[in-house]
């Protein structure tokens, strides 16, 4: 058992990947992705780039903890950062569109 580890009692895969996960947590993360994303738009008039992505992230993270899904930080980001890239380019921050 090389990729797992005993965490509180329970074992924890190390090496879990962004699929593994239930479609209920997927689903749950993308909805917190989602209001994270607009709440930080909504507060800064500005959409989250580079660093200020990390912010978004770090909020979403710290729900998932709470929640006790187990994923590692590296699988969440990347996904993540990817969703929020997408939110992003079909924002009408980014568009140039009035709503």
Not at 44 to 50: A, D, F, S, V, Y
Not at 77 to 92: F, H, P, Q, W, Y
Request: proline share 2%; charged share 35%.
């Amino acid at each position: 058992m090389k990729n797992h580890v005993k965490v509180d009692g329970k074992l924890l895969q190390t090496n879990k990947k962004w699929s593994q996960l239930k479609s209920s947590q997927q689903h749950w993360i993308c909805e917190q992705i989602k209001a994270e994303h607009v709440k930080f738009i909504e507060q800064n008039n500005c959409l989250p780039w580079k660093n200020k992505k990390a912010e978004v992230l770090d909020s979403v993270w710290k729900k998932i903890l709470e929640r006790e899904i187990w994923i590692p930080r590296y699988e969440y980001e990347r996904n993540a950062g990817k969703m929020i890239d997408r939110l992003n380019r079909k924002c009408s921050l980014f568009t140039g569109e009035k709503e």
